[in-house]
Each structure stands twice: as structure tokens, then as C-alpha cells.
């Protein structure tokens, strides 16, 4: 059995500052009919995981 170790990943701040604002700007597509998860992901679950602020 494999055993999991913990680590740490650095990424600058400035990246995820330059992230957040993307996801900010990010224009979502409007929801189409049959927009489930039939079709793939749904419209609403993508636009809820931006996070509202920064990280």
C-alpha cells in the first residue's frame, strides 16, 4: 500500500492575483436548453466555482 505524503506547493502571489481577476472577468456562456449534466457540466455548477473575491 502506498503511503500518501503531505507537501506544499508555492505559487507567488502575484499569480494568484492575476488568477482571481481572470475568473473575475471570466463571460460565462447563457444557459441553453437541456443545460444539465447530461451534456456535460451544467452552466450554473461552473459559474458558482469562481470564487466571489480574492483568494
Not at 9 to 15: F, K, S
Not at 17 to 42: E, K, M, N, V
Amino acid at each position: 500500500m502506498t503511503n500518501i505524503q503531505p507537501y506544499t506547493v508555492h505559487i507567488a502571489q502575484q499569480e494568484l492575483d492575476d488568477l482571481s481577476q481572470r475568473l473575475r472577468s471570466a463571460r460565462l456562456p447563457h444557459t441553453l436548453p437541456g443545460d444539465d449534466w447530461d451534456t456535460g457540466i451544467a452552466s450554473s455548477a461552473t459559474s458558482q466555482s469562481s470564487p466571489p473575491g480574492p483568494v
